[in-house]
């Protein structure tokens, strides 16, 4: 078992555990930034271990595209390749390959598609998508699904939902590696039925842990919770829970509250590259001209290096002048601001306080 | 005085000294990163200090621009703003000036150019950029000098060199802020007389250094020598000597051999971020497709961040795949190498072989 219950909620279905992964123990909720490409934008693996990030997520469909898995199995998989010591996860790719992709031809057997990259021709499948994270060597490798836009009619997700059960046998039965945890995925699309079907029918599978996919896509905080609600009871206590690409604080302290156990999402890097930074008293788009002489840093609460030395003038300016350490200095501060929240959560849930501190957290935020 | 010699080479007229700025000692001769815009591109003050950089270049001109230099005067000045805690030297933009604007309006009182950021006009005369360099508190500010294109006629750059010397004086005169210490810069293209002539109306103005500018701008490295040269010649001893905008490591040893103690160039930042790498055996053009699958480090010699944790086919495939820490680790790899080139220097000089150093370095070089 990689996973277990270290403190649960007594007015939620909030909790705390510990997952074992590259012989380390990860302390959930959990939030893991995203390394799509094998390295989180901007920032170094020594930036990444002062936000006191501890997993990443990369993506076996990125990586297989380019530089392609055998270069890095050749040269001794994930983790050496781009330096990072700590944990990973990959995700299989169904995401990218429907979203991504222009000519998609799907069939039970898998998906034919043309890479973005060079045009060459790729035929994915279930086992295909588990040999190449083998290959990878992430700690938790994500089964093979299909996802289906949103909105989408009951019968199409329903499909998708059919198909996704049987990838998840085969990725199952594919999965040799006994160093690697191989995670199912809940679709379903908005639809109760269907997520309780897959919810159910993954359960008896057997996995070492489920995450919830195909949320976060449009359907807005309502009915994703919604979803959650009613998806996370068909899931096991003892294993962890996973919501895929899941999101803002508000949407992270949701989630917990429903019993999630870990989250990634680009939101830190990529708003931080926007020049959009996370505060403890809200959002800072650094861009706006109040900033041009503020001697202050990004947020006087904050003990990352980029708030412990850069003003929030030095940030504009560098903005401004289109200067890359601006870039990095506002992904290394996101990232912080979000590990530093997960933290806050754990210790909230330890003292039984979670409800409290989500309550405090939006007012703060709202201020 | 800010200067003393520590060694001087038997056979050349390479030496080594000592820096005495922003109370800390440097050893020359040094290589000063370019910091254009109050920021080494790419690279944190953390990385910079990791490639044993002491003093930077910045650039005073630019900083006026943007973000104004009375904006980093009330933040606390360039040190404070930029989160450096080594020396600055500010170029006073003399160069970009004359480069990089288009409508000029040169007369003997300064010369009138529209701001490329945003249009609005200027008026730079040697007191304004006296005054914009002691606000933005760089320990080591030079004199404003008109800068000629190459080739340039002798009459012009005579014109030039007339003008250079008159403003020289008025910024000696401008310069009151004892905690800085002001350079004289020589002109005079590419002709004897005129270098010699600037040279020694500088020397009698005493000032604390001296740079030669106008080289390295398309004159080829067999007329750069030649004018280091003379002009040295007519350089006190105990004054340290500085090429601008120089350069290639090959260019840095001729000029080293013929007495010149300090240097900028953008040469380690931008090769960097264009892909090329300096190695012990040679230039690394990492994009090379014989990269591919090589798990040995840019320079096996090299014991820099980037050496010590990341492969070339890693680096390769941040290049393919667009990701900026692609560009930090070469930016961060090509300073230390030359950090590293330059304590080599000195040490050869110290031990009386810098002859010897630098015919092996070449063949090294070229194997």
Redesign the interface.
Known sequence: MIFRTVAVDKQTKARCGELKLAQQGILTPVFMPVGT???V??????HLKATDTRIILSNAYHLCL??GEK?IK???GLHK???WDGAIITDSGGYQVFSLTGLTKVSDNGVEFQSPVDGTRFFFTPERMTQIQNDIGADILMAFDECVPYPCEQDMAGVAVKRTLKWAERCLHAHKNTQQTLFGIVQGSVFRELRIECARSLVDMNFEGYAIGGLSVGEGSLLMNEVLDYTVDYLPDDKPRYLMGVGFPVDILNAVERGIDMFDCVVPTRNGRNGCAFTSTGRVKILNSQY??D?GPLDKACSC?TCQ???R??L???F??R???G???LSLHNIFYFQNLMQLIRESIAKGEFKDFKSDFLLKQSE
Chains 1, 2 share one sequence.
């Open positions: 490409q094998g390295t934008k901007t920032l170094t693996p020594v380019r530089p270069v050749q040269l001794g390749f781009m330096g041009k002489e001697a290096y030395n850069f003003s003038a030095y504009r300016h560098l401004l002048a200067e890359i350490l870039l990095t200095l």
